[in-house]
């Protein structure tokens, strides 16, 4: 989780017994170019998992508007995360399409539920509270940090050999790997692809844990129909 993009494509071509290079973002030769763009197509893939790193917290200081830019790098909310600063109203995201468009009508009243839905990159919000905050988790689209600031989401895709990976690191060295292994004719490279796989199982596994399977039911919640957070 703090491999340069160097450091990944060195350890790509040492895996594979190929040279390494002085230089890949910069380069010129197909090979290294070749590279990167596996690298990038890794990343742009990778970022869409549920992986707690990509995890931010946001926050929409509300006023009398009713529109407001989500944040820069948003990729997707988190359901059932949204709440407001000093404030126990509940918080409707996302609202239907069906009642939305008759609260717009004015054919039904907000009542005592804060009604939001995602417009695009911006974020309309129906009943805003003027003074009150709007806190919610999202994850971020950008899994690639900044040699300045190496823990910071900045970047979607590598530009510089010192741009930094988020995310887990042997992770991204196998992607590319199994890539780099297909485009350059290996028998093999559904091997190290099945590999990748069971690595990421594993990996998204110990981040996201188990949980607790229930049938869906109205109040009150009876007995939870498996625990499987229970040791056998």
């Known amino acids: ?3 340069t993009l160097t450091q990944i494509l060195d350890t790509v071509n040492d895996r594979m017994a190929f040279a390494r290079s002085t230089a ?13 763009a596996m690298a990038n197509e890794s990343a742009a893939v990778l970022r ?24 820069t790098g948003f990729f ?15 918080v409707c995201w996302p609202t239907t399409p069906d009642v939305w468009n008759q609260y717009q009508a004015g054919n039904l009243a907000p009542g005592a539920v804060l ?25 971020s689209a950008y899994p690639i940090a900044v040699t300045a600031t190496p823990t910071v989401p900045a970047k979607a895709a590598f ?17 590319v790997k199994w890539r780099a292994e ?11 692809k099945q590999e990748m796989n069971a690595y990421l199982h594993d990996l998204l596994t110990r981040v996201q844990g188990n949980r607790t399977i229930a049938p869906g039911q109205g109040w009150p919640v009876g007995v939870p129909y498996a625990d499987l957070w229970r040791p056998a």
Do not use: C
């Open 24 to 36: 890949y973002a910069a380069s010129t030769t197909i090979a290294d170019r070749q590279l990167v």
């Open 115 to 139: 009604y939001v839905r995602q417009m695009g990159t911006q974020l309309a919000i129906l009943n805003p509270v003027n003074g009150v905050n709007l806190y919610f988790e999202y994850e």
């Open 1 to 3: 989780m703090s491999f």
């Open 48 to 71: 869409t998992l549920p992986l707690t790193r990509l995890l931010t917290l946001g926050t929409i200081a509300m006023t009398a508007a009713t529109t407001y830019n989500l944040p």
């Open 76 to 90: 997707q909310y988190v359901a059932d995360t949204a709440f407001m600063d000093s404030n126990l109203t509940p």
């Open 159 to 175: 530009t510089l050999d010192t741009d930094v990976w988020l995310l887990d690191d042997e992770l991204i060295v196998k992607d």
């Open 182 to 192: 297909k485009h350059n004719g290996f028998d093999d490279w559904q091997i190290t």
